[in-house]
């Protein structure tokens, strides 16, 4: 039982009953109602200072006012949460009950604040980010008609203000960095007018401080919403909801949330009465309150309508409906069976409808600062209809909402997703309607659907609603019981055999039985049996928890089953040893690897320590094998092979039906081989999540559509914005906003020509559209491999997709290459008149393949790292093999461009001169998916040496082995891009 305490004004503080009564019997004056030694304070100085009154609606609690914060101006899109208490469903005994219990809550009287010293804050910093800078806000002006001489040095002062605040934003100039580069500015101009009366009135209206040039480029006021948290329960409020005017101040509340306001025991019925605010004191002495935790949240309905207001943005949303995909192949997620299943809903069409739009979610923590154990939440979404190469660019992630630190919300997020929520029903029901860059004077209507979230195993659970992975119905895709020993032990995750799904229409049955219980107790006890909880995203009628959420490659493969075995299998329990961790990473030094392959894995030696994620993906894919063989025992080896092969199956951009079944079932020997190599207790829940991880790329199309690689990069980007540790998440969100609200602002019309490439905004640029991307890509990857095709209109149509770099010279070839030469156009081309075939070619060193192989070098060229490439066209003894049974390895010499006439017409074709490397008898000694190939012996020259562009099948990483003394090249293929 909670001893009742009381208010005691001579204390100016809550103390025991007792003492309360010993203090009224020696400082209250009966006759006069006063008590003695009281603390005044000076009513002619109280700015700041707060009072104390009482609250009536908060069932009698006394609380702290202050009057010296106005209320915050929001988005009229974005609707205020319910979080008002219902009186009538108390029984009349708890009206009573909380009003005897006036008292105990007056505890947290004072806001419950603690007081608090910034004296490195100003009180305009302090102010700014809770008030609305009114009438101080100025559009910028953009000047688009011609004007006089006179005036162009406003014209350039616009133009010079954008380029500070693009630069400031772009490359993540800190404030006191731009404000010295706008002060330095502001005096040069000064003194430079002095001996030009032109730089003089350029000098006069330029911003001379970091407040004017924000003030001038609209930047003052925040673009989203603030909401208050409560550091207990998590709820949200909007700012000015938490103050109450009395007697002209204003009355900061408590929370008065209720978690279980039909509890059986009264008890458990009061409100959750924690504090909203802290109490802050100035260097100036001054006094205010400033929440504990604060949300910021983006509307997205706004985010969206701004979008669309770019150029072409409409348009590239649309571009997916022209694609041509082979059938049985994933290219992206327009090929995965939710995007087709939702093209109807319930009979009506949504995404087969121009103008409808698919979401995709995802929520992750991360830590703004190094060494401190301060996490914030980040949750973005994307528009899945805009191409894959435009989706997830900084500019097109909204930013939906920063979720406050310092640590993650224990069982879910339902009240940061409210805002969202709410949001997503109107995209849904009503839309948004709207002019678009496309449409500037008719508008639209434009309706969108989440229909997709991506994220790591405990955010999906917070987010889609199921309990943690370690219970027992742990799985969030099935119905697998883990079998659970005594408390505080680790569940067996053994056992892959298949179990029966879950679906949407039992999720949202249990969780309506959750629901409607009472207590906490019987709510969990139902949680555990079922495996699920209530998530705000059931609001939404159409959004499948079960099936929606995706398990998500770079958590399950790469930092999940990659990183605990070699972390925790075999360099925890020594299996590899300090040296030969030293061995491994001299093996690793040792490879050539191409320029485009991204962070080579480095401190190995140092137990993999500091590895990224994508150190771990190339690290499994490319160098494992090669690496530890020799190390490991031979089992093993085997049993982490068939991961590797599996994972290299599944990074490829583009997958078939067939390879996506082929690498399930080396997933699943995988398992199995493990669990009976180390036992099941050392099976983590990423090796049962493996079982679902093909259905969802049946449902999705290939990883890279919903990998979240974008995101921890965008995290990356985040933790950059913050300066100090003060309102960390208001920082991230307003230079985020910012950095959005100058990217899509419209340049002035005068020197576009000069300055728009400057801000990346050149419409001469040439733009491939996701059609064109599409059909050029399948054109090109059916050429790679296979049967070599015979057709002059392939190899022609295709020879545009591929662009010739850097100087060019002419080079003449003997009649034994030109013979040579003509041999491989035969080859490709068939029976045609070689006549115009000379031995006169222009020879390149690079080439840019675009988005199958990226720069392509020489090996006497800066690329040279690129010049190492596979492919499916060498014989022996330099004849060409057609058949495409075989990959050979070689090396690119440099790039001949040569334009002949073929029935008629004009065409020009691009080859490379390549030596190929001689096959080693110990080609299969370290098993797929490492060959062993003769180190510097080539096969002859011959006509296979010119090798048609398109016929390249990818590259390869370069490793230095040794057999029998004997010096070998290791050829580790990187992930092919296609997969057929």
Known sequence: MVKKREYCPHCDDTVSWKTFKRHRGMYYDSENDTWKDVPVVDEGDNYGQPERVLV??????????????????????????????????FLEEDKIYFQEKSDEASVTADCGARTEYWDNITEEELLKDFEFARNMQETPVIVDTPLSDQKYCIVLLNWLCIFLCFWWTRFGISENGIAAMVTFLKRFFSVSGRFSPWLGALATAFPGTLYLLKKKMGLLTDKFTKYIVCPTCSQTYLYESCFEQRNGVQVPKLCSHVEYPNHPQRRFRKPCGASLFRKVVLSNGKTHYYPHKVYCYTSV???????????????????????????????DIYDGRIWREFQEVDGQPFLSSKNNYGLQLNIDWFQPFKHTPFSVGAIYAVLLNLPRTERYKKENTILIGIIPGPREPSLNINAFLEPLVDELNKLWTVGLTTTHHGSPFIQETFKAALICTASDIPATRKLCGFVSFMAKHGCSKCEKEFCTGAFGTKPDFGGFAPCPLRNNLKHRAQVAEIIHEKTKSNKAQLEGKYGVRYSALMELPYFDCVRFHVIDPLHNLFLGTGKHLMKKIWVDNMKISKSQLEIIQKKVDSTKT???????PQKIASNFGGFTAEQWKNWIVVFSIFSLKGILPRPELECWRLFVLACQLLCAPVISITSVGKAHSYLMRFCREFERLYGSNSVTPNMHFHCHLADNILDYGPIYAFWTFPYERMNGVLSGHCANQKSIEIQIMRKFTNSQFLMDMPLPGVFCEDFQQMFGKDDQQAKSTEMNDCQSFFKCALLSQGEVQVSTSAWSDTCHFYMTTGAAHIEYFDDTFTEYLKE?????????????????????????????????????????????????????????????DTYRPGIIEYFISQSILVHGKICTFIFAKVRWFQE???????????????????????PATFLPIQRIHGKFVAGLGEIRRENVMCVMPRPFKVYL
Request: glycine fraction near 10%; include cysteine.
């Open 824 to 884: 491989a156009y035969r080859t490709i081309l068939g029976d045609i008149d070689t006549g115009s075939i000379s031995g006169a070619v222009k020879c390149y060193n690079t080439v840019d393949c675009g988005q199958m192989h990226g720069i392509l070098g020489s090996e006497n060229s800066r690329h040279a790292r690129s010049s190492h490439i596979i492919a499916s066209w060498p014989g022996n003894g330099g004849r060409i093999d057609t058949s495409g």
């Open 594 to 600: 191409p320029a485009d392959m991204g962070r080579i």
């Open 920 to 942: 080693h008898p110990e080609k299969k000694h370290y098993g797929e998916p490492v060959e062993v190939w003769c180190r510097n012996l080539f096969e002859l020259t011959g």
């Open 301 to 331: 309905i706004s985010s969206l309508k701004k979008h669309l207001q770019r150029k072409d943005f409409a348009q590239k949303c649309e571009q997916w409906r022209q694609r041509d995909v082979p059938s049985g192949m994933l290219a």
């Open 56 to 89: 009536e609606d908060l069932g009698g609690e006394y609380a702290y006012v202050h009057n010296d914060v106005e209320n915050l101006v929001t988005d009229s899109n974005v609707s205020e949460p319910s979080n008002s208490i219902d009186c009538t469903s």
